[in-house]
Structures are given as structure tokens and as C-alpha cells.
T-cell receptor
């Protein structure tokens, strides 16, 4: 089990609402990445934060935004929710210098948009 | 979009048998990794192979990489019921800030 924690574990929202998902990275990890995993598919990269700055972004619209705090924890915000945003949202942290070599994943937040 | 395709999409074997999963990808890579996921929860890193390596072992796992064919395979030997999970390959390019995952192989090991 990793030291990455995500909250909440499950969430139900309606279309058009906004949601904030939270992630605490493993101790000593300064890089946090967010992934979206639709049912039956592999995770897709949303963005990465390093030292409180966005450090890469996947093919997601601007209504997906994020923050990283001085303690390296992170938030993912999604505005104007759409039905297709229903997915498992995974947060992953990595240690300095190994951002693309070994990710430690949290258990995810299951978001359902009705 | 997904970088790679995994084959097969689903695999069912008996305990004690070997399981082989394949992954193909499209662009140049820095490294390729395999992850395991139980029941839609978090992924667990299994093994990494760098672009200049051809084979790597870790316990019951054996990974090969053929960069000329842009493909990799994961072999799990002497499988156990506890190996039942989804297995994903993920590639890292030289830019280094993201992993691109395949669609996964769902492995079921029957006791």
C-alpha cells in the first residue's frame, strides 16, 4: 500500500456542477500527477504538478484545473461537469528526479455524474 | 488517446500456469513500465525496463522490450489466484512528465 491518500472515495454530482478532489502525496514526493480512468480503459494523463507549478498537461479542456500546495498535496477541480466526466480519478506521486520512472498511486475517487 | 494496445484484452488461466501479456506502442520511449490494478483501485508499479535494455526479471516477472518492433511482453510464471488483476503497460517519453497507458489485460487465475 502506498502513502498516497485521496478523498473522497466516491462522489455523485449532477451535470453542470463543480467538483474538487483531493490528494496527499507520499512523504518526500514533490511531484503529483492526475489521471482519469474510464470504465474498462487505461488511465489517461490530465496534468502534473511540480513545486506548485503545472508541469505538463494532457488533452483535457481548461475546465479541468489543479493546484499543488507547499506541502505537495494537490487538488483537481472540474467545472461544468459533463456525463462523460464519470470515471475513476487517480492521483499519483513520485520522488524527486523519478517523475516518469515509478508512480505511487492512491486508491482513486470514483466520480459519477448524473 | 492511448499510446499502446495490449493483447490479449482478457486472459483466463489455471493456477500454476504461465501468463503472457503483450504491449505495443507508437512513439519513441525513454522507458516502459508495467502496473497492476485490482478491482478498479489504485495501480501498483511492478517493473520498469529502459529503452536500452532488452530483458529484465523481478521475482516471478519477466519483461522483454523490442524497440525495433515497439513492443513489450510481461510474463508471470507459476501464476497464483492472487495474481488475478488488470495489468497495464505504460510508456514514458523523453520529455518525462507523463506516462501513457495501454488499455490493459484482464487476467483471471483460477484456483
Amino acid at each position: 500500500e502506498t502513502g498516497v491518500t485521496q478523498s473522497p472515495t466516491h462522489l455523485i454530482k449532477t451535470r453542470g456542477q463543480q467538483v474538487t478532489l483531493r490528494c496527499s502525496s507520499q512523504s518526500g514526493h514533490n511531484t503529483v500527477s492526475w489521471y482519469q480512468q474510464a470504465l474498462g480503459q487505461g488511465p489517461q494523463f490530465i496534468f502534473q504538478y511540480y513545486r506548485e507549478e503545472e508541469n505538463g498537461r494532457g488533452n483535457f479542456p481548461p475546465r479541468f484545473s489543479g493546484l499543488q500546495f507547499p506541502n505537495y498535496s494537490s487538488e483537481l477541480n472540474v467545472n461544468a461537469l459533463e456525463l462523460d466526466d464519470s470515471a475513476l480519478y487517480l492521483c499519483a506521486s513520485s520522488s524527486p528526479g523519478t517523475a516518469n520512472e515509478k508512480l505511487f498511486f492512491g486508491s482513486g475517487t470514483q466520480l459519477s455524474v448524473l | 488517446s492511448q499510446q499502446g494496445e495490449e493483447d490479449p484484452q482478457a486472459l483466463s488461466i489455471q493456477e500454476g500456469e504461465n501468463a503472457t501479456m503483450n504491449c505495443s506502442y507508437k512513439t519513441s520511449i525513454n522507458n516502459l513500465q508495467w502496473y497492476r490494478q485490482n478491482s478498479g483501485r489504485g495501480l501498483v508499479h511492478l517493473i520498469l525496463i529502459r529503452s536500452n535494455e532488452r530483458e529484465k526479471h523481478s521475482g516471478r516477472l519477466r519483461v522483454t522490450l523490442d524497440t525495433s518492433k515497439k513492443s513489450s511482453s510481461l510474463l508471470i510464471t507459476a501464476s497464483r489466484a492472487a495474481d488475478t488483476a488488470s495489468y497495464f503497460c505504460a510508456t514514458a517519453d523523453n520529455a518525462g512528465n507523463m506516462l501513457t497507458f495501454g488499455g490493459g489485460t484482464r487476467l483471471m487465475v483460477k484456483p
